[in-house]
T-cell receptor, first 116, second 110 residues
Framework: DAGVIQSPRHEVTEMGQEVTLRCKPISGHNSLFWYRQTMMRGLELLIYFNNNVPIDDSGMPEDRFSAKMPNASFSTLKIQPSEPRDSAVYFC??????????????FGQGTRLTVV | QKEVEQNSGPLSVPEGAIASLNCTYSDRGSQSFFWYRQYSGKSPELIMSIYSNGDKEDGRFTAQLNKASQYVSLLIRDSQPSDSATYLCAVRNYGQNFVFGPGTRLSVLP
């Protein structure tokens, strides 16, 4: 299994530009998470999908951020317009299992976003 | 109060010693608990999961869970320099998502 695949690995963009981050979860996993990690705030959950449906987007910082999961094998996180404070590492993670006991979440390698 | 709390460290231990990492959580309904290790510049990787009160051992690692005290810990025996990393505690809460603590930076000194 190739694991969770994210692209691009690195993105440098100018303030005001649109940024799209992509994620392919592990095949068969029914939950997908987008996290943002910074030194100051640690690992923050942005949004969580279950069976392609957004369940909790309370962590999305503002309307500039949007996420979609059109099918079980692909998700995008879009920032429009981007700002320097959006600079962070963005991780996608997926897991399988439902109910009270969860399997662990597996992380992709992350996308390091720099907005200048 | 944050949902998952950890001492940020750094925690420094000499090689061969036991490293003890602690985590507390606020949601009493939490059922699943995880320890992740993250090397600098890398993604988090799972070390241990624990679901029931008590101890769970895997090689040099032991996870301990006390739901009454809302406390999870990770012990690393015979610490090695390669164990130097940030350790993240994660809790699956009532909303079924994973909430991570801020992480504890561990440094194992040769």
């Amino acid at each position: 299994d190739a694991g969770v695949i994210q692209s691009p690995r690195h993105e440098v963009t100018e303030m005001g530009q649109e940024v799209t981050l992509r994620c392919k979860p592990i095949s068969g996993h029914n939950s997908l998470f987008w996290y943002r990690q910074t030194m100051m705030r640690g690992l923050e959950l942005l949004i969580y999908f279950n069976n392609n449906v957004p369940i909790d987007d309370s962590g999305m910082p503002e309307d500039r951020f949007s996420a979609k999961m059109p099918n079980a094998s692909f998700s995008t996180l879009k920032i429009q317009p981007s700002e320097p404070r959006d600079s962070a590492v963005y991780f996608c993670a997926s897991r399988t299992g439902t109910g009270r006991i969860s399997t662990e979440a597996f992380f992709g390698q992350g996308t390091r976003l720099t907005v200048v | 109060q944050k949902e998952v709390e950890q001492n940020s460290g750094p925690l420094s231990v000499p090689e061969g010693a036991i490293a003890s990492l602690n985590c507390t959580y606020s949601d009493r309904g939490s059922q699943s608990f995880f320890w992740y290790r993250q090397y600098s510049g890398k993604s988090p990787e799972l070390i241990m999961s624990i679901y029931s009160n008590g101890d769970k051992e895997d090689g040099r690692f032991t996870a301990q869970l006390n739901k009454a005290s809302q406390y999870v810990s990770l012990l690393i025996r015979d610490s090695q320099p390669s164990d130097s990393a940030t350790y993240l505690c994660a809790v699956r809460n009532y909303g079924q998502n994973f909430v991570f603590g801020p992480g504890t930076r561990l440094s194992v000194l040769p």
